[in-house]
């Protein structure tokens, strides 16, 4: 079951404090959990390896990482139009998604304290690093003279209850592709440098390196409960959050297109290289995965992302909320009906390939 906790209006935030973008099924989401669930899981049988991925974490190899140098101190105004209009939406969702993990984790660590010494020590250090990530994006903001009030988007976002068999689900998820997001524009701009026009790129292969063992400690808690893979219904939900996570990436990059444009990266290829390396990935936790490599799958997600530009180019009619509706409903019909289709294509049995998965 999903619900949602509304926050109170603050005041109009102060001069050069960003308003945050309007809540949409694109934006980063808030999420509350279940947490006498949390602290009543049995770890049993995994506590080795969720103790050396917790070793890894408290290692913390990028203490030293997340400081600006004297690059950053440029007059940043040489940015301009598309693609600094581009560039800031993405420090902002980037920052809004660090932040929105970083409070869950915090809040996980504080209620599980006297209860899963272990998980709590772990949530800590996960909420160490969102929040050192969260604070550097922020700061790039500040060179192009905004910020966020995260104080404020704290008491204000939506918060939405996800069951904790969700959360284990979709932060793995989030995680890993986050992972191959950042690695693949790194690995870009290392063969191409005359796109790196600002010196957070630079930044982008010891940070996905967080992104990477934060997914890992998300895959040994996932195995630690034989529900969540020894099932069949965990099938069924590892291939619809795989789905869901799939198809919002793909909206997204595919709607800010013109981010990717201005560090020289095709956005569809970009899209399909990210989607196929997550969801290989994800073979190593999850019992089920999606066929990428299937015909219908890719031009089923643009035909979907598609749509929801239509249903964009709707809302930003000025026409009566009733006549948009109307005229939204067949494109929402268009995004459904291609999800149906492309979640009742064959999977691919990941229990069955396991051994020779390393």
């Known amino acids: 079951m999903v619900s ?17 973008v309007q809540e949409t099924l694109l934006t980063p989401r808030f999420y509350i959990t279940d947490f006498d669930a949390v602290a009543q899981m049995d ?6 390896e969720l103790e050396a991925v917790v070793a890894e974490l408290r290692a913390d190899y990028n203490r030293h990482h997340f400081v600006r140098n004297e690059e950053f101190q440029q007059d940043w105004e040489k940015i301009d139009g598309e693609t600094r209009h581009a560039f800031i939406d993405f420090l902002e969702r980037s920052c809004t ?10 809040e996980l660590s ?11 020590e772990a949530f800590h250090l996960l909420a160490r690093d969102e929040a050192r990530h969260a ?4 700061k790039a903001m500040a060179d192009f003279g905004l910020t966020l009030d995260l104080g404020y988007l704290t008491k204000n976002r939506t918060y939405t209850f996800f069951p904790p068999e969700w959360v284990i689900y979709t932060v793995y998820l989030s995680e890993k592709i986050g992972y191959w997001r950042y690695i693949l524009v790194y690995r870009h701009l290392e063969q191409h440098p005359e ?8 930044y982008f292969e010891s940070w996905c390196q967080d992104e990477n063992r934060h997914g890992d400690f998300f895959k040994a808690l996932l195995r630690s ?3 969540l893979w020894n099932c069949w219904k965990a099938r069924l939900w590892a291939r619809f959050f795989l789905l869901t996570v799939f198809a919002t990436h793909t909206l997204t990059v595919l709607e800010r297109s013109t981010f990717y444009d201005s560090i020289g990266i095709d956005p569809q290829e970009y899209n399909k290289a990210v989607i196929q390396n997550t969801n290989e990935t994800s073979k190593r936790a999850f019992p089920s995965v999606l066929d990428t490599d299937h015909p219908e799958f890719f031009p089923r997600l643009e035909k979907c992302a598609i749509a929801n530009q239509k249903l964009a180019e709707i809302s930003s009619q000025s026409r009566p909320k009733f006549i948009q509706t109307l005229q939204k409903l067949p494109w929402i019909a268009v995004i459904i009906w291609q999800l149906l289709r492309l979640y009742f294509l064959p999977a691919i049995d990941a229990e069955a390939s396991r051994p020779v998965i390393h």
Do not use: C, M, W
């Not at 504080?110 to 709590?120: A, E």
């Open 97 to 106: 998604s660090e932040f929105s993990g970083f409070l869950l984790f915090k």
């Open 195 to 202: 796109h790196r026009f600002y010196p957070l790129f630079r």
């Open 225 to 227: 409960q034989p529900k």
């Open 43 to 48: 770890l049993s049988g995994h506590e080795a």
């Open 110 to 120: 504080r209620k599980l304290k006297n209860r899963q010494p272990l998980l709590s």
């Open 135 to 138: 604070g550097f994006l922020n």
């Open 4 to 20: 949602t906790v509304s926050r109170s209006d603050l005041p109009e935030q102060s001069p050069g404090i960003k308003k945050p």
